[in-house]
């Protein structure tokens, strides 16, 4: 019985996994943790799959080994997940150069959504008020055409969000793409993906953010003047530019929450809060029925050339309905994933469930606004035709209540587009001094972005106007990127059906980005804008 005992003592004990939720260690810290084996000893036990070693391709997850050696069977002492045949996890630790403190950063601190999270965030960054310019994007395609471009770019949107799901995460190599431009780099090469990507991802951002406290401010003062209208009070007290500042105040404080999981609450009111305004709106312009002179021809043009461009003008206000392909992974990074449940599966969930929210509002939208307001409808869109035409025959509660939604969607908007440049902003301290961002920091980061998107709103407050130029922009991280980042990580197989289903949407998809700019640049040209710089107005 002795014996028994001590070989069973004895015998080698397989490293315990890692926790699912912890956070990833590389293979360097691996080798320098206190209570790991050393090279010079015996390489560490490592009985997980691959799959365990799910990270980021900043930080692969590894398995830390246990304090009990492993008889040396071989003179070889590289251990097994470094060996040739598993060459490409090697290749994803050796090729990282990106930010390997991701359990530090805004968007990767807390991995523990769901499902429903995933659904909530992905439904209040993928509608918003650009929704409510679709109408006016019919008067220059027709019913026709109108109605067929927003049923093709709706598949094509959500192939494209189906492909950066499957792409997230790599159960070969081990690595998790918690970023667009992450995934950028990796199938591009970081200096090609830096150039194609980086501008559009943070003007995405940024120009959102900017365009929020444009639409928040000029509806809180729109809401104040709709309060106050049968009363002593002035409405007028606050100028425009009093407003964007109270508005963005608002935004400041709300986005001191310190990461993307921890705004699943905020997205869910700005979810519950978009689907609800955009119901009000075109509920009550089809109950109103239709209004005096209306017309469904399309705009003439001035001339042939005019006409075409008009069309690409209104082809990029259909593509920029559809937004928030460059938060779908960085939403998808906030859940747990490893060999058994990937985290691809519940977010595809979510996001199936916020599309079908998504295509029952925006469609309803376009088509209900388009038949009561026809080419009558303002270029600003269905809320300012709504209090335009119906502003003494809808009550004064509805007219307030449709406002105050719009107010609070922009609110909890800004936050999740906010997060990327956020994460941006804290990787580039945590890189320099090698530890979390303090808290009074932060602060003043997010503070001084605020602050930075108040100034280029009053500075710039024409930016809605040239909503199809602006969609036109961010089309590729949309409808073209995606396809080439398939073809370029996936690599299938020459002249199949999925190849050339992605050469095929992905050049399409650039063309008619480059034909939309043209078509935005030119119908700002032509028919013009008005500019005023540091004059902000309302909607």
């Known amino acids: 019985m002795k014996e028994t005992h001590d070989e069973t003592s004895s015998a080698p004990r397989a490293a315990s996994p890692a926790p699912p939720h912890s956070a990833s260690l590389s293979f360097s810290q691996t080798l320098r943790h206190p209570h790991a084996t050393t090279l010079s000893n015996t390489p560490p036990a490592v009985s997980a799959p691959v799959s365990q070693f799910l990270g980021t391709p900043d930080r692969p997850v590894t398995v830390p080994a246990s304090g009990a050696r492993t008889p040396i069977r071989s003179r070889n002492l590289t251990p097994k997940f470094l060996t040739p045949l598993a060459s490409p996890l090697r290749k994803a630790l050796h090729l990282t150069k990106l930010d390997p403190h991701d359990a530090w950063l805004p968007i990767t601190q807390s991995r523990n959504g769901n499902a429903y999270y995933a659904a909530f965030h992905t439904l209040c960054s993928g509608i918003g008020?650009?929704?409510?310019?679709?109408?006016?994007?019919?008067?220059?395609?027709?019913?026709?055409?109108?109605?067929?471009?927003?049923?093709?770019?709706?598949?094509?949107?959500?192939?494209?969000?189906?492909?950066?799901?499957?792409?997230?995460?790599?159960?070969?190599?081990?690595?998790?793409?918690?970023?667009?431009?992450?995934?950028?780099?990796?199938?591009?090469?970081e200096r090609l993906g830096n150039t194609l990507a980086k501008v559009q991802i943070m003007y995405l951002s940024q120009g959102t953010c900017i365009a929020l406290i444009i639409i928040g401010g000029s509806t809180s003062k729109l809401f104040m003047q709709i309060v106050c209208r049968d009363s002593s009070y002035?409405?007028?007290t606050l100028t425009t530019t009093e407003w964007y500042l109270v508005f963005t105040c608002g935004a400041i404080l709300l986005s001191q929450l310190p990461n993307l999981n921890s705004i699943a609450g905020v997205s869910m009111v700005g979810a519950f809060t978009a689907v609800g305004y955009c119901t009000l709106i075109w509920v009550v312009s089809v109950a109103k029925g239709k209004v005096s002179n209306v017309s469904y021809d399309t705009i003439k043009a001035t001339s042939e050339i005019s006409s075409v461009f008009n069309i690409f003008n209104a082809l990029g206000i259909v593509g920029f309905a559809f937004r928030g392909h460059n938060?779908?992974?960085?939403?998808?990074a906030t859940m747990p994933s490893n060999e058994k449940h990937p985290s691809r599966i519940p977010m595809w969930k979510g996001v199936k469930a916020s599309y079908i929210v998504i295509a029952m509002c925006l469609f309803p939208l376009a088509i209900g606004g388009f038949w009561a307001y026809g080419n009558l409808i303002p270029s600003n869109g269905m809320l300012v035709a709504l209090l335009m035409f119906h502003a003494t025959d809808v009550a004064k509660s509805m007219?307030?209540?449709?406002?105050?939604?719009?107010?609070?969607?922009?609110?909890?908007?800004?936050?999740?587009?906010?997060?990327?440049i956020f994460d941006e902003m804290e990787s580039m301290f945590v890189i320099r001094f090698k530890k979390p961002c303090p808290w009074?920091?932060?602060?003043?980061?997010?503070?001084?972005?605020?602050?930075?998107?108040?100034?280029?709103?009053?500075?710039?407050?024409?930016?809605?106007?040239?909503?199809?130029?602006?969609?036109?922009?961010?089309?590729?991280?949309?409808?073209?990127?995606?396809?080439?980042?398939?073809?370029?990580?996936?690599?299938?197989?020459p002249y199949s059906l999925s190849w050339c289903l992605n050469w095929g949407l992905g050049v399409l998809g650039?063309?008619?980005?480059?034909?939309?700019?043209?078509?935005?640049?030119?119908?700002v040209f032509s028919t013009g804008i008005k500019v005023q710089f540091f004059k902000p107005q309302l909607m």
Not at 327 to 332: C, F, P, S, T
Not at 399 to 420: A, C, D, E, K, R
């Open 234 to 236: 002035k409405a007028e």
């Open 510 to 523: 650039m063309v008619l980005s480059l034909m939309v700019v043209i078509g935005g640049l030119y119908t």
């Open 129 to 189: 008020i650009q929704a409510l310019i679709l109408p006016f994007a019919f008067t220059f395609l027709g019913w026709i055409w109108g109605i067929i471009s927003l049923i093709l770019a709706f598949i094509w949107q959500l192939y494209t969000l189906y492909l950066l799901v499957n792409l997230h995460e790599s159960i070969e190599t081990g690595v998790r793409y918690s970023r667009y431009m992450q995934l950028a780099n990796a199938a591009f090469g």
């Open 327 to 332: 938060l779908i992974l960085e939403i998808q």
């Open 440 to 493: 009074w920091l932060r602060v003043i980061m997010r503070a001084l972005f605020g602050f930075i998107s108040f100034f280029f709103a009053v500075a710039f407050p024409f930016m809605g106007a040239v909503a199809g130029l602006v969609g036109g922009i961010a089309l590729p991280v949309t409808l073209a990127y995606p396809c080439f980042m398939w073809l370029r990580v996936k690599k299938p197989k």
């Open 399 to 420: 007219q307030g209540l449709v406002s105050l939604l719009v107010i609070i969607n922009s609110l909890t908007s800004f936050q999740i587009y906010g997060m990327p």
